[in-house]
């Protein structure tokens, strides 16, 4: 995990990939189809529309505030 100390009343800005540490967490959905019509619909940016890596996962990443990479992820 990536941790970086701040001053108190400085925006923490994220390190140029690649880095060690944390690069994203996943949540896994049972429908990534509406998962994120639902977010774009609500003015989340993904970074990544949905994309099948392999035969029954499908994923795609949005960036949550201050910059934080979260990828969604559908297996059947």
Partial sequence: MFIAKVRPGEAA?????????LDHFGLTVEDIEAAVAR??????TFTMDI???RPGVR??????PE???I???QRR
């Fill in 13 to 21: 800005a994220a390190p140029s990939s690649p880095y060690l540490g």
């Fill in 39 to 44: 977010l774009k619909a609500q003015g989340v």
């Fill in 51 to 53: 994309a099948t890596v």
């Fill in 59 to 64: 994923i795609a990443f949005l960036t949550a």
């Fill in 67 to 69: 910059n934080v990479t």
């Fill in 71 to 73: 990828e969604l992820i």
